[in-house]
C-alpha cells in the first residue's frame, strides 16, 4: 500500500536528535518527554488510512526520540504501540521484540501492580496469543487480570478488553467453560461503557466461534446464528462515533459473517468501513 500521504511530518524528514550530544561532565542529564497524546493521535490517523508503513515510521522515530531523551515512560507506550501494530501486520519476531523491551520497562520504571502494567501484560498476551503462544498468553493475563481487579481506578473498557482477550486464549486452549465465563464479564462491562457495542459485538462473534469449537457446526448451529444476529445489530447503535475505529471493527467483522454464510452482512460491513476510509 502507498504511503503517500500528501504531505510531511517531522518522522519523514529529519534525523533523531545526536547521540553524542550529552549533557556536560558532571551534570544530571534532563528527561525529554516525548509528546504522547500526539504519538497516539497521529498514530490514529495513520491506521485510519490504512497506512502501515507510515504508522511504522512514525513510532519509529518516537522510539528513538524517547530513547535519546531518556524518557521511559514515553518509550514503553511506544513499545505498547509496536506490539499492536506488529500483531496487526502478522510480523511476529518484531512483535515478540517489542513485547520484551515492553516488559522490560515495567520492570525497570517499577510499574508492577499499576493499571499501566496491567495494560502491557494484556498488550503483550494478545500478541502471544495471536502467534499461538497461548501459554505465555494466559500467564500474562492472568497477571493483568489481578492488577486491573484489585485497582479501582481500572476503567471498564480496560477490564472488558482484558475479559475478552484472554477468553480467546482459552478457547485456544480448548477451555470452553473458562472462555464463556469470561465474556459474559465482558458484555456486563462494556453495556456500562458508552459506546461500548463495538466491543459487545465482537464479544458476540468471538461466542460464536467458541460454540462452534466446543459443539461443532451442526450442533451450535442455532446458537451460532443467535450470536451473529445480535452482533450484527449493533452495528447500527446511535452512541457509536462512525469513525475509524468503526470502521477497522467493521473490516475486522465482516469475515466472520462471511464464514457463517452471512454474505450480505459481510458486505455491508465491508461497504461501510470503505466509505468511511473514502471520507477519511
Known sequence: MSDNKGYLTPEDYAEPRCLLCDEPYGVTPEVKAVPQQRIIEKMNEYMSRRDYAGAE?????????ARLGRDKG????????????????????????SVDEALRLVKELDFDGTVSAGTTYVNCATAYNAFSENEKSIALF????????SNGNTAPELLGGLYNNMALTYTALGKYDEAFSLYEKALEVMDKVKGGKLEQAITYLNMAD??????????????????????????????IKRDGYYAFVC?????????YGYFAAAKDLNERAESIYERD
Not at 515510521?57 to 526520540?65: G, M, N, P, S, T
Not at 514503553?76 to 512483535?95: F, P, Q
Not at 492472568?142 to 481487579?149: I, S
Open 210 to 239: 467458541t460454540y462452534e469449537a466446543k459443539l461443532g457446526s451442526e450442533q451450535a448451529e442455532n446458537t451460532v446464528f443467535d450470536l451473529l444476529d445480535k452482533a450484527y445489530g449493533l452495528f447500527d447503535s446511535e452512541d
Open 142 to 149: 492472568e497477571k493483568a487480570r489481578t492488577v486491573y481487579e
Open 251 to 259: 473490516e475486522k467483522c465482516a469475515p466472520t459473517f462471511s464464514y
Open 57 to 65: 515510521r512514525h513510532l519509529l522515530y518516537w522510539l528513538e526520540e
Open 74 to 97: 514515553g518509550e514503553l507506550l511506544i513499545r505498547n504501540e509496536l506490539v499492536g501494530h506488529y500483531r496487526k501486520t502478522g510480523e511476529r519476531d518484531k512483535s515478540f521484540e
